[in-house]
């Protein structure tokens, strides 16, 4: 659940730690963030599988609107009707449910490194994150204390977006 309400469907595949056959004794995450027109699902047969095998942890959330995850509701003449009927979220709110959810992972358990792993839109979402996070211990620009150690970026949607 997002600060504001919205509930997020997320998959997951936590590895137990086995010290003699893993590699990596699970103290990384990867969060993947998907592109448009998918959803967390796009992830799971093959990242999930490879990483596990290596002794990651991965997680993959759908964005609001998108996959299995819900829209922001609101009363309307005694209705329950979508807040914005144009879009799912912006790319600000995006960024923000990311550094929400990698937060709840991080309570959740201890890891040394958390990356995000943005592919297409989900990179720009990625880009947005990484710059900012740390910014609520008081940068201005991120780079602060924050829970987000780097970023992979796969045939990412440039920062500047996709228009002229």
């Given at each position: ?9 997320a998959r997951e595949r936590t590895v137990v730690a086995e010290k ?79 550094r929400e959810y990698v937060a709840r992972i991080r309570e959740r ?27 609520e211990d008081g940068a201005e620009d991120g780079g602060g204390p ?19």
């Open positions: 659940m997002t600060s504001d309400g919205v509930l997020l469907h003699e056959n893993n590699i990596n004794n699970n103290e990384t995450a990867l969060v993947f963030l998907h592109g448009s027109y998918h959803a967390s699902w796009c992830y799971e047969e093959f990242f999930f599988e490879y990483f596990g095998k290596a002794g990651v942890d991965a997680f993959a959330m759908d964005f609001r609107g998108q996959g299995e995850s819900g829209l922001p509701i609101k009363e309307e003449n005694g209705r329950r009707v979508k807040e914005d009927e144009k879009v799912a979220g912006t790319v600000e709110r995006h960024a923000m449910d990311v358990k201890t890891y040394k490194k958390v990356y995000v792993v943005g592919h297409s839109f989900g990179g720009l979402i990625a880009q947005k994150v990484f710059a900012e996070d740390g910014a924050g829970n987000i150690d780097g970023m992979i970026l796969l045939a990412s949607v440039p920062p500047t977006g996709n228009g002229e």
